[in-house]
C-alpha cells in the first residue's frame, strides 16, 4: 500500500474530538454524546495511525527504545548521550534501570532527545533544532518556536511519531541553521528529575557540558535554556 506523506499528515493532524463536536454540534464539555463520540473515534484513528506509519517505516506511539534509535541511525543521527538512571517503581517491581539518550545531527544541527520508560520502551521524545520556513510551509511544520521577519522560526517538534515525516517536511519546506543563533528552551532532564527543588537549568548545562565538543558547538554559546 502506497502511503502518501499528504495522507500521514492529515492522520497526524486529525482531532477526534473536534471532529465529534461538528458531527453533534456541541461541545464535547456539555454533551456525553460528543465525549463518547470522540473517545471511540480516537481508539480506531490512533490505531490507523500507529498502523499506517508502521508499513511507511516510520516512528509511532509503542515503539521501543532500540527500533527508534535504528529508525533515526539511517537519518542522520548519532547517539552523543546515553546514561544510565533509576526509573519508576511499577507494578510491585524495584524501580526500574532506565536510560536517557541524546541523539545528534551535525549536518541539520538537531538533537533529538528521549528517554525510556519500563526499561525498554519509550517514555517522551523532542527533536530540537533551529530551522527557517519557506512562504510555503504547511502548519505541519509550525511547533515551538517564533517569528521573525513574517516567517516562522521553528525550535523543537515532538518526536515520539512520525519522526522521519516530520524530517522530510522540514527539509523540504525550510531550512536547517547551524550553529543555533536564538535561545532555546532545551530540556535535558529525565522523569525522574523533578520537584520544586529541582534547577532544571543547572542540570540542563551539565548535561551539555557532558557532550562532545561538536555538539556544544552546534547549539552555540549563547543561553541555552530561555
Not at 518556536?145 to 524530517?167: C, H, M, N, Q, S
Request: proline residues 5%; glycine residues 8%.
Amino acid at each position: 500500500m502506497l502511503i502518501t506523506d499528504r495522507k500521514l499528515v492529515e492522520l497526524l493532524e486529525f482531532d477526534p474530538l473536534d471532529n465529534a463536536e461538528r458531527a453533534t454540534g456541541r461541545s464535547y464539555k456539555d454533551s456525553e454524546e460528543t465525549m463518547g463520540l470522540g473517545l471511540l473515534t480516537s481508539f480506531t484513528h490512533n490505531a490507523s495511525k500507529a498502523e499506517l506509519l508502521k508499513e511507511s517505516g516510520d516512528a509511532a506511539y509503542g515503539m521501543e527504545m532500540e527500533p527508534f534509535i535504528a529508525l533515526c541511525e539511517p537519518l542522520g543521527f548519532t547517539v552523543v548521550m546515553d546514561e544510565p538512571f533509576l526509573g519508576s517503581s511499577y507494578g510491585g517491581k524495584d524501580p526500574s534501570k532506565e536510560r536517557f539518550i541524546v541523539m545528534a545531527d551535525k549536518e541539520r544541527g538537531a538533537l533529538i532527545v528521549t528517554e525510556s520508560y519500563g526499561v525498554t520502551g519509550r517514555n517522551t521524545a523532542k527533536l530540537y533544532c533551529q530551522w527557517n520556513a519557506n512562504d510555503d510551509s504547511p502548519s505541519f511544520t509550525h511547533s515551538t518556536g517564533t517569528w521573525r521577519d513574517g516567517k516562522f522560526v521553528g525550535t523543537d517538534y515532538p518526536a515520539v511519531e512520525a519522526i522521519a515525516l516530520r524530517l522530510r517536511m522540514l527539509d523540504e519546506h525550510g531550512e536547517f541553521v547551524t550553529p543555533w543563533t536564538l535561545p532555546h528552551w532545551l530540556w535535558l532532564l529525565n522523569y525522574s528529575e523533578k520537584g520544586d527543588d529541582i534547577d532544571h537549568k543547572a542540570i540542563t548545562e551539565s548535561r551539555v557540558r557532558q557532550l562532545p565538543e561538536w555538539v556544544q558547538e552546534m547549539i552555540g554559546p549563547r543561553e541555552r535554556v530561555a
